[in-house]
């Protein structure tokens, strides 16, 4: 009765500054490949203020990248809506997983905050959290890996007129190396992850040289494969509950 | 032609959407296995083909892409840092870029 029960989600000093030296790293990371991003908003037009706010706000690499894309190609809205809603779909399923880890009596602003800034390596940083999560933990992770993302496109989308092309277009490759890292890994551990990534390059391939359908945008092409394939895949080889967990 | 602010206007809100909406409003798992498969298969489809083949138009020569395309799958799949492998491609890229 007279001791006050430590809530989950309390504000703790030594679990904020945990967050923000475990953001460090990220955020380096975040700084180094956001560069390569900023590359991408360039070639869309965007000024380096449009790519900080952008980049702050949404701080999703597929999802950005695949969002600059369709704003060089002028695609109209909603096709940007789709697109940002398929290729963030990820996000969907962390964002379930982590509605699991909260102590039932965390306030609704802490799970819409940290709900809101679920990328892969925050995500993984919060549930790694043993028991219940502190959303202050996930807070000073944010604070230092999210302005580090949005200064890595500024600086992007600034160097990028400043640089030779050369060695502009040797930076835009990083981002296809964090691509390969996400993908690559599982693909190793399951059979079934690299037959299908097989298929998506074949498919992707394809659907870049075939008659009409080359036409296509590549955003829509990368929306329409993402549909179709995902689909197929779930239809064919349906995940077995625990499998779909991580 | 559409305006530059109201595409990341619309690119933020759906992504906000698709990471608040679960977390705060639905909080059991998601039962429907076709739904779950569907959103576990997503990340991978979306980004190898966003990957392939735009990797071999990043310089005017393909080969430069192929290349870092091979490197980066092995270093990937020997599990090498995400960081490292970025730098990698770029360094194999301008190194091919300046020698030809």
């Known amino acids: ?246 | 032609m559409t305006n530059t602010w109201i595409s990341i206007l619309i690119m933020w809100l759906v992504t906000l959407a698709i990471r608040v909406l679960p977390v705060t409003l639905i909080r059991k798992p998601i039962k429907n296995q076709f739904l779950r498969s569907f959103l576990y298969y997503v990340p991978y489809v979306t980004l190898a083909v966003m990957t392939f083949p735009a990797i071999l138009s990043v310089t005017d020569n393909p080969a430069a892409g192929l290349l870092a395309l091979i490197a980066g799958i092995i270093m990937a799949w020997l599990g090498a840092d995400m960081f490292l492998v970025a730098g990698a491609l770029c360094g194999i890229v301008l190194v091919i870029s300046l020698l030809l």
């Open chain 1, 1 to 246: 009765m007279i001791k006050k029960k430590t809530q989950a989600y309390q504000f703790r000093p030594s679990v904020f500054l945990a967050g923000m030296r475990d953001g460090v790293p990220i955020g380096l990371g975040y700084l180094a490949v956001a560069f390569a991003l900023g590359i991408a908003a360039k070639k869309a037009g965007l000024t380096a203020g449009q790519g900080f706010i952008a980049s702050v706000l949404c701080s999703a690499s597929a999802g950005e990248f695949a969002g600059f894309t369709l704003i060089r190609e002028g695609a109209p809205y909603i096709i940007m809506a789709l697109t940002t809603l398929v290729i963030n779909a990820r996000y969907l399923l962390m964002s379930f997983s982590l509605s699991q880890r909260f102590s039932p009596d965390t306030p609704l602003i802490h799970r819409f905050f940290v709900g809101s800034y679920i990328t892969d390596e925050i995500f993984g940083i919060t549930i790694a959290q043993k028991g219940y999560v502190n959303p202050w933990y996930s807070y000073g992770a944010i604070l230092v890996a999210v302005p580090l993302w949005g200064i890595g496109t500024a600086a992007g989308i600034v160097a990028g007129s400043l640089l030779p092309a050369s060695v502009v277009a040797a930076l835009g490759v990083m981002l296809y190396g964090m691509f390969l890292c996400i993908f690559i890994p599982p693909a190793r551990k399951d059979r079934s992850i690299l037959l299908l990534i097989v298929i998506c390059f074949g498919a992707s391939f394809a659907a870049s040289v075939l008659p009409y359908i080359r036409k296509l945008s590549s955003g829509n092409r990368t929306l329409v494969l993402t549909v179709l394939i995902s689909a197929a895949a779930a239809l064919i080889a349906p995940r077995k509950e625990e499998e779909a967990h991580d």
